[in-house]
């Protein structure tokens, strides 16, 4: 069955504030929560549909997704937690809240604090360990500039609020209960507006896509975040905050966990028995690795402090190189002979040349006349 439109669901205009869409979603919230609706499945439906839209319409990034290519552009199922999208929880704290006056002493809750953003910044591992400055194009709601966030058309100021008389909230009797509530006309602000501004609608902010710079220090790791206060979502209050979230493309050479780095070279049989020095590379550029005669494959040596510097300490990390045999490929006839006498010249040493072999065929020997015997 094809979904709805959400701005259908909610019985809202595309260009609905948040405090539009909130005050939508929690009066069909109201009306078709299960509790209130015990057994009708129809509500229930109606109930989980709104739910599901106001998830993504609240949150900007999938708001600004399904406004360009609508449902296929969000996946519902994510936007539980994302930022900006109020959870069950949430929604019913903040009905339950105006009812009782927000909270214990029934305080003034003011001018709503705009949503956090997040945003994904991919830098490469030398980036990364070095530190980097970057610029970052973010898609929110941001201050109206032609009426400096007011929402009142230039030349005009809001008018202080009839009904709460400024206040924000309303005192309303219910019974032998005296109930403060968010005041339902100005939305908690204290002020009406009555000629609104013709750029913003009188909401007080736009939807622009603004660019930020970014000053990545050096150290981060993957997932690490980076806060820019108050580059958030706009609104009535304090702007929110954008939360800069790291991610790490893989390297064609190093893998990193923490602050050491991890390398593979290849040697090859000559060098790992005789021994010598070879060049690695290092985040710095070249290193020298001694490799000791009689070396194994899959040997690992530690370089001390040419890992990543940590973010936090300065410590320095280390790099860990491993070695891999390589066995020759391409031969021509005279280096296969030659290779046979130099490994009949190592049978005839016994288990001096080539202990280890020598002690699988013994275990092996032994295995096959066990299942004999």
């Known amino acids: 069955m094809e979904k709805r439109d959400y701005y259908e669901v909610l019985g809202a205009s595309r260009n609905a504030s948040e405090a539009e869409l909130k005050k939508a979603y929690r009066r069909l919230a109201m009306k078709y929560h299960p509790d ?64 009782f006056g927000g909270g214990a002493g029934g305080r003034r809750r003011g001018p709503g604090r705009g949503s956090d953003l997040r945003y994904t910044l991919e830098l490469s591992l030398e980036d990364a360990v070095r530190g980097t400055e970057t610029r970052i194009r973010v898609p929110s709601h941001v201050r109206c500039d032609t009426c400096s966030g007011s929402g009142a058309k230039p030349g005009t100021s809001p008018n202080t609020c009839g009904s709460c008389d400024g206040r924000g909230q309303v005192r309303m009797q219910q019974g032998f209960f005296s109930i403060q509530q968010t005041c339902p006309d100005c939305q908690g602000r204290g002020s009406v507006i009555g000629s609104p501004c013709v750029d913003c609608s009188g ?53 990193r966990d923490g602050d050491n780095l991890y390398c593979e070279t ?11 020095e070879i060049d690695i590379p290092t985040l710095d550029g070249r290193a020298h690795l001694k490799i000791p005669p009689e070396s194994q494959s899959e040997r690992v040596f530690r370089l001390r402090g040419k890992g990543v510097r940590n973010v936090r300490s300065s410590a320095l990390g280390d790099l860990y190189c491993k070695i891999k045999l390589e066995t020759p490929v391409n031969l021509n006839r005279k280096q296969k002979d030659l290779l046979r006498d130099f ?27 066990d299942i004999v015997s």
Not at 54 to 63: G, I, M, S, T
Not at 343 to 366: F, I, M, Q, V
């Open 203 to 255: 909401q007080g902010r736009v939807r622009k896509t603004k660019t930020l710079q970014v000053k990545v220090p050096a150290g981060v790791d993957e997932g690490d975040q980076i806060r820019l206060a108050g580059e958030g979502e706009a609104a009535a209050g304090a702007a929110g905050d954008l939360y800069v979230q790291i991610h790490i493309k893989p390297h064609e050479i190093f893998s």
């Open 36 to 99: 209130r609706n015990p057994g009708d499945e129809a509500a229930e439906k109606h109930f989980k549909e709104a739910k599901e839209a106001y998830e993504v319409l609240a949150d900007a990034q999938k708001r600004s997704a399904y406004d360009q290519f609508g449902h296929a552009g969000v996946d519902p199922a994510a936007g539980m937690g994302g930022p900006g999208a109020a959870g069950f929880g949430d929604i019913f704290g903040d009905i339950f809240g105006d009812i």
């Open 343 to 369: 490994d009949r010249l190592l049978k005839e040493g016994g288990e001096r040349h080539c202990p280890r072999e020598n002690s699988w065929a013994n275990r092996l020997k032994t295995f096959f006349n």
């Open 266 to 276: 290849p040697v090859s049989m000559a060098m790992a028995a005789l021994g010598g």
